[in-house]
């Protein structure tokens, strides 16, 4: 099946799979610095097993931030960033050069992409990083940012030192297919979220723009409407995300399916904990993800259009590819 000549804005070509790679990958980087912390603080707020008992005071996302800080310093934020580093390149290429491909894939025969398209094209592109990518970054991330050791004690030495360490260590151990622990629950999570995410942040640059009646947004708008759409994600997979990071923050019990341990974990959750247990952490997490891909869009943006003129400027200018 032959992709379509798809229509970008002001009918450009879409943006080559170079291009792609170093501003997906650069606004990928810059989200990961920006943004960690809250992500720590999301993960140990699911990982925490108080029950809503009588007298039990909750654990809010800064009493959690303060109580890191306290007893890990202030790098204890920063756990699990070198898994999430090593992997921001790889994720953001392939999260945005896959969406182009899937985009061009599902066009009409004039090469214009329906919103219903941009949903589907989306979603594939989420499964699709999920699969190659982010499973198994997501695993070496979690099981360092699990571990309550203090970073500024050389005497307190943690199971997983570092993200390379714990990578061989997960194998050695528990084998490859531990990398790839929650691979559905993960793919279904980054593909909703994607699918919102790219069909949101369309949407709100298009009405933008022909208010405007230009194609060139500022800086600010492009933050803003990625802020927007980056927080509806979220909201619609909590309960995915949260039980993800259960599964994947231990090892399997043997002879149990990955079935049997996502029924078991929900299961006690929602007798041990109640429903709003399946919701911990979504504070931080929309305050890790919509600022997040504030940052990932406006940059992206930015280095997309750096190149682009860089390249037109080059002998043959236009897009051959």
């Known amino acids: 099946m032959s992709a379509k000549n798809v229509k970008g804005p002001g009918g450009k070509q879409p943006p080559s799979a170079a291009t792609n790679l170093i501003a997906g990958g650069g606004a990928g980087m810059m989200e990961a610095l920006v943004c960690h912390p809250l992500d720590t603080i999301k993960v140990r707020m699911q990982l925490s097993r108080r029950a809503r008992a009588p007298g039990a005071k909750r654990r809010g996302f800064i009493t959690t931030g303060v109580e890191i800080v306290k007893r890990e310093t202030p790098l204890g934020l920063y756990k699990g960033l070198g898994a999430v580093l090593t992997g921001i390149v790889p994720k953001m290429a392939i ?6 491909w899937y985009k061009q894939l599902l066009a009409d025969k004039s090469g214009e992409v329906t919103s219903k398209s941009t949903f589907l094209a989306g979603l594939a592109a989420g499964i699709t990083e999920a699969v190659a990518v982010v499973t198994p970054m997501e695993v070496v991330k979690i099981r360092l940012q699990a571990q309550h050791h203090s970073m500024a004690d050389p005497l307190d030495v943690p199971k997983y030192r570092n993200a390379a360490h714990a990578l061989y260590t997960v194998v050695k151990e528990e084998g490859v297919g531990a990398l790839y622990r929650g691979v559905s629950l993960t793919a279904l999570r980054q593909g909703t979220n994607q699918a919102v995410n790219f069909t949101a942040y369309t949407e709100f640059r298009a009405a933008l723009q022909k208010w405007h009646g230009t194609e060139d947004l500022a800086s600010h708008e492009t933050m803003f409407i990625g802020l927007v759409s980056g927080a509806m994600g979220p909201f619609s997979n909590a309960p995915i995300d949260t039980i993800k990071t259960r599964l994947q923050k231990t090892p399997a019990e043997p002879g149990q399916t990955a079935i049997g341990r996502i ?5 006690d959750m929602w007798k041990q904990e109640g429903a709003r247990s399946f919701y911990k952490g979504i504070t931080p997490r929309v305050m890790r993800v919509a600022p997040g891909q504030a940052v990932t869009f406006t940059v992206y943006e930015y280095l997309k ?5 860089g390249r037109e ?4 200018g236009k897009y051959e590819e």
Do not use: D, V
């Open 305 to 309: 259009n750096i190149l682009e003129k």
């Open 313 to 316: 400027m080059l002998p043959g």
């Open 263 to 267: 029924a078991t974990i929900s299961k």
């Open 95 to 100: 999260r945005f050069t896959s969406y182009e």
